[in-house]
Every structure is written in C-alpha cells, then in structure tokens.
C-alpha cells in the first residue's frame, strides 16, 4: 500500500477486499480479474504479487466468510502488517516464524470480547484442524 498514492488508497483497499472477502476461491479469481483489469495500469506490480501468490492466499477459501473476517483475525492480520512494516527482511524462515508467533501471542492476550459466531468458527477450525484445538 505504501506505493498507491493517498487519494487512491481508499478506493484501492475497497477493491482488495472484494477479493479476500469473497465467499469461494472460484469467486475471489473473478474478483482478482475485475481488480487487476482496473489496476494494473497504474500499479501493476501490486497485482502481479497476487497472481504470483496465488498458492498462498487461496487457503483462506477453504474456510467460511465467517472465519477469516472476524474481528479476531482482521485484528491478527493488522499485527502482522505492523510486524513487516517494522522488519521487512528475516534472516531465516524459522526467525519468521519465530516472530509470527511471538506477535501472535501477545495480539491474543487484546482479546477480551467474545468472538461473533465463535460457534460456527470453532466448529470448522476443528474439523480442519482436527486435535489442534483445545
């Protein structure tokens, strides 16, 4: 976000999310498509990432809407963001994962409100991830 110019951040981010928002994988490659053909002109780099990424991002379509856009895990993902705007090399994959951790821990403990549809959340991280969660 740091290369899209101010005035178009708002509407840039408003795009993004019709991607990672979107309810399926087939959905959110429609919604890749519509937003890179209106950006790539101005940033085509951005949207190169996505397409290159792919493999990365898809996971969260395994998962419902209400799974990866609870406030729980928005909250996660801008500790993340802050996390590689204040170091954006790792000398190691394990120092990565290291500091994933470590900040993953400490967002937890901002976690005081019961989480919406926590139900249905549990529900399906425990199918998925069957005898990781407690």
Known sequence: MKYVAEKYRKPFCTDLKTIYQAPTEEKALVALDKVTEKWEGKYPNSMKGWKQHWDAISPIFKFSVEVHTTNAIESLKATYRKLNRQRSVFPSDTTL?????????????KWTKPLRNWGQVYGELSIMYEGRLL
């Open 97 to 109: 994962l290291k500091a994933l951790y470590l900040s993953t821990f400490e967002a937890t403990k």
